[in-house]
């Protein structure tokens, strides 16, 4: 039983800026990965950054130097802030992450939020 729910979705003037953030509670026993993915109307979900456990990130190519992922391992939190945002920045924003639950401490299962909207329009 494990939830992640996230916060700071909203609309904003291109250029702007927001911070999403994603908090992990239930039966944890230990998580690894964490990332944001996002979805535009009528395209596939896609991969907007990720971070380790260790604090090694990826992003996509479209936002890398605009947005930054980290994480707070005492929280159980992962946050994204974005800046210079876009209109093609414009997409449901999904939390997720790699966790091993008490119930079965071995097997690692990706956990995912329930979306938060994020506009970028004039």
């Known amino acids: 039983q494990v939830q992640l729910v996230e916060s700071g979705g909203g609309l904003v003037q291109p250029g702007g800026s927001l911070r999403l953030s994603c908090a992990a509670s239930g039966s944890i026993f230990s998580i690894y990965a964490m990332g944001w993915y996002r979805q535009a109307p009528g395209k596939q979900r896609e991969l907007v950054a990720t971070i380790t456990s260790g604090g090694s990130t990826n992003y996509a190519d479209s936002v890398r130097g605009r947005f930054t992922i980290s994480r707070d391992n005492a929280k159980n939190m992962v946050y994204l802030q974005m800046n210079s945002l876009k209109p093609e920045d414009t997409a449901v924003y999904y939390c997720?992450?790699?966790?091993?639950?008490?119930?079965?401490?071995?097997?690692?299962?990706?956990?995912w939020g329930q979306g938060t909207q994020v506009t970028v329009s004039s």
């Open positions: 997720n992450a790699e966790i091993t639950t008490l119930r079965s401490l071995f097997r690692v299962q990706n956990y």
